[in-house]
């Protein structure tokens, strides 16, 4: 199949991007049916809002909750909120606990 370069305008902001022909047969090959929405800034940006990294690649310190471990009672942080309905563990008593299962 033939493909040429086809003019597209960006949902995010308007401006007009290319659909380059080695795009459209890089899309075809891996069985995309619809052209892109946005142009590479765009997608760049809202990839990095989904992945919690930057715009140069680095990803961005993960929130931690601090917690007192249910096993050992040592001070520690986690990157999730606990509800206080499960126990939380610090990094050692976790592999411990996850070893026995």
Known sequence: MEYEDKSLTCADCGNGFTFSAEDQQFFHSKGYVNEPKRCTPCRDTRK??????????????????????????????????????????????????????
């Not at 931690?64 to 001070?75: L, T």
């Open 48 to 101: 990095a809002e989904r992945t919690g990294s930057n715009s140069r690649g680095f990803g961005q310190r993960r929130q931690m909750f601090p917690v007192v471990c249910s096993d050992c009672g040592k001070e520690t942080e986690v990157p999730f909120e606990p509800h206080g309905d499960k126990p939380v563990y610090c990094g050692d008593c976790y592999l411990k606990v996850r070893a026995i299962r």
